[in-house]
C-alpha cells in the first residue's frame, strides 16, 4: 500500500471528537502536574519527553521497515519536527531558557496549527500511526506550557521578538533546501493541503502573510503568557 496525504477536515465530526480528546487530556496533565511537588514535576514532565522520544522513533523505524522514509519528506526539517527534537531533550540537559522559549512559541504555535488542520503526511492507514500523530503533537503543545507553569521556566522580555528570528533564520536554511532535495520542509515550496484561513494566496505569497501573522500570534501568546492576573 502507497503513502499518502490524510487531511481531517476542520470542524468535522472526526475533527471534533479528536480535538476534545486531545485538549481533555492536555487539561488533566496540566492539572495533576500542578499538584506535585518540584522534583515529581520534573519527571511527570519527563514523561512527555519519554514519549516524544519513543513516537520519534517508532515513526522513523515504521517508516524504513514499510519503505516509505525518504530525505525529501522525513528529516526533521518542519517546525513541529524541530520543536520536537528539542522537546525530547530539553528536560535532560543543563537549563537553557534560549531553547525553551523557541519551543514555547515555535511548538505551541505550530502544534496548534497541526490539531486545528491534521495533515498526515506518509500516512500507512494504520491507527498507530493516526495516534501518533495526536500524542506526538499533543506533547509539543503540553511541554513547553507544563515546563512554563510547572516548572518554573520564564519568558524574557524580547523572547517573542528573537523567536521571530531564529525562525527567519531558519527559513532562509530550510527554503533553498528545499529546491535542492525536491522537498515541502516547513511547507515553503508550495502550501499545505488542508483548508486553512492563514494560507492566503499562492506562492510565495503565502510566505509572506505568514511573517506577518506569526509576528502577530507570538506577541500575543507573549502577552497572554506574562499578563498579571487580577
Request: proline share 4%; net charge positive; glycine share 4%.
Amino acid at each position: 500500500m502507497e503513502p499518502k496525504t490524510y487531511v481531517i477536515e476542520f470542524f468535522s465530526d472526526e475533527w471534533v471528537i479528536n480535538s476534545i480528546i486531545t485538549l481533555f487530556g492536555v487539561l488533566v496533565y496540566l492539572f495533576a502536574g500542578k499538584r506535585l511537588p518540584h522534583k515529581k514535576a520534573l519527571r511527570f514532565g519527563m514523561l512527555i519527553s519519554i514519549v516524544l522520544i519513543t513516537t520519534t522513533i517508532t515513526g522513523h523505524v515504521r517508516n524504513i521497515l514499510n519503505g516509505y522514509w525518504n530525505i525529501s519528506d522525513n528529516l526533521p526539517l518542519h517546525l513541529c519536527s524541530i520543536s520536537n527534537l528539542i522537546a525530547c531533550f530539553i528536560l535532560f540537559i543543563p537549563r537553557s531558557n534560549r531553547l525553551f522559549e523557541f519551543l514555547y512559541y515555535a511548538g505551541i504555535l505550530g502544534a496548534l496549527q497541526a490539531l486545528l488542520t491534521p495533515q498526515i503526511n506518509n500516512f500507512d492507514g494504520s491507527s498507530y500511526e493516526y495516534l501518533e500523530y495526536y500524542v506526538s503533537h499533543a506533547g509539543i503543545l503540553l511541554l513547553p506550557i507544563f515546563m512554563f507553569h510547572n516548572l518554573g521556566y520564564k519568558l524574557t522580555k524580547f523572547s517573542w521578538l528573537k523567536v521571530v528570528l531564529y525562525l527567519n533564520i531558519l527559513l532562509l536554511i530550510v527554503m533553498p533546501l528545499n529546491f535542492i532535495l525536491d522537498s515541502n520542509y516547513m511547507y515553503l515550496a508550495s502550501k499545505p493541503n488542508v483548508s486553512n484561513p492563514f494560507v492566503i494566496g499562492e506562492w510565495p505569497y503565502y510566505i509572506l502573510f505568514w511573517e506577518i501573522i506569526i509576528v502577530v500570534f507570538t506577541y500575543t501568546l507573549y502577552f497572554i503568557s506574562t499578563a498579571k492576573k487580577v
